[in-house]
């Protein structure tokens, strides 16, 4: 069984209460609000992005940690022909649903995917930082055609410190690609349009998710019995302090906008798969 995060949670709260058909920064614009519709609009602006930044010629494309599969959809609706990856299996149905017969799925992590014909291209919309980082490159080279793509859309840390501890260093992706027989093809930092993100999940986390989780504990502490409260803080103090300090400082740390800015960029790295040496 799939290993539950208090981020899953955040993310099915999102996507099942907030209804926002993506799950990834949005990408702002003079037309886009800083609210949630507003958001909605930037993350079709951030899909529409990446798919202009998909080079002539390519056909089949990988969609590595797809999300929701809106951007696979997108990548269908567009004519390619796609095939959509997640690990996770709340996802996996979500996916599975949207897209029907007109995309092939796998759910499976990325590492552990193999395929019987190459990709032309491999998408990884805010993805590679959840894979293993001495896998990332080698298996984008086993699944890719030989001049193919790796788009990679995501945050990267400026330097090894705590702040979004699992996110690539800037340094140690630059040490991998150099190693890797990849090029870069464009580069492009998103980061200020990239940041509304954070005031609007800000703003919501504080007004809705917050009081909602509030909400519901204080109600199974009203109809459960008083004894069993003291025994449940008794046995489980450890995890109940974990939760807290996720719900009240970890998580509300991710969406100061100042300290993202400070400690990490957005980028946007197209790059191709070179002959080896």
């Known amino acids: 069984m799939k290993e539950k995060r208090p981020g899953d949670f955040i993310l099915r709260f999102c996507r099942d209460i907030v209804h926002l058909d993506s799950l990834h920064f949005g990408l702002f614009g003079s037309g886009c609000a800083h609210t949630i519709d507003g958001l909605r609009s930037a993350q079709a602006n951030y899909s529409r992005f990446l798919l202009e930044r998909i080079p002539a010629g390519s056909k089949r494309i990988l969609d590595a940690g797809c999300g929701t599969g809106e951007l696979s959809e997108r990548l269908v609706e567009a004519g390619y022909s796609v095939t959509a990856l997640t690990p996770d299996t709340y996802l996996a149905e979500v996916v599975t649903k949207r897209l029907g017969d007109r995309a092939a799925f796998a759910l499976s992590k990325f590492e552990d995917f193999t395929s019987s014909q190459p990709f032309d291209l491999i998408v990884m919309s805010e993805s590679c930082q959840y894979m293993a980082h ?3 490159f080698p298996k984008a080279r ?7 793509y790796l788009l990679i859309s995501d945050y990267f840390r400026k330097s090894d410190i705590t702040y ?6 800037e340094s140690e992706f630059s040490q991998k690609l150099t190693k890797s027989n990849f090029e870069i093809v464009s580069s492009d930092d998103i980061t200020d349009d990239t940041l509304p993100t954070l005031d609007i999940g800000k703003k919501t986390y504080s007004e809705i998710i917050l009081p909602t989780i509030e909400l519901l504990r204080d109600l199974l502490i009203h109809v459960i019995p008083g004894f069993v409260v003291g025994v449940v803080k008794l046995f489980l103090r450890k995890q109940l302090a974990l939760a807290a300090d996720f719900l009240y400082t970890k998580q509300p740390e ?3 906008r100042t300290r993202f ?3 990490l960029n957005y980028r946007v790295l197209l790059l191709r798969k070179c002959a080896l040496d």
């Open 261 to 263: 800015k400070e400690n």
């Open 134 to 136: 001495h896998l990332l």
């Open 254 to 256: 991710q969406f100061d």
């Open 164 to 169: 979004y501890e699992t996110v690539w260093t």
């Open 142 to 148: 086993e699944l890719l055609a030989d001049g193919g």
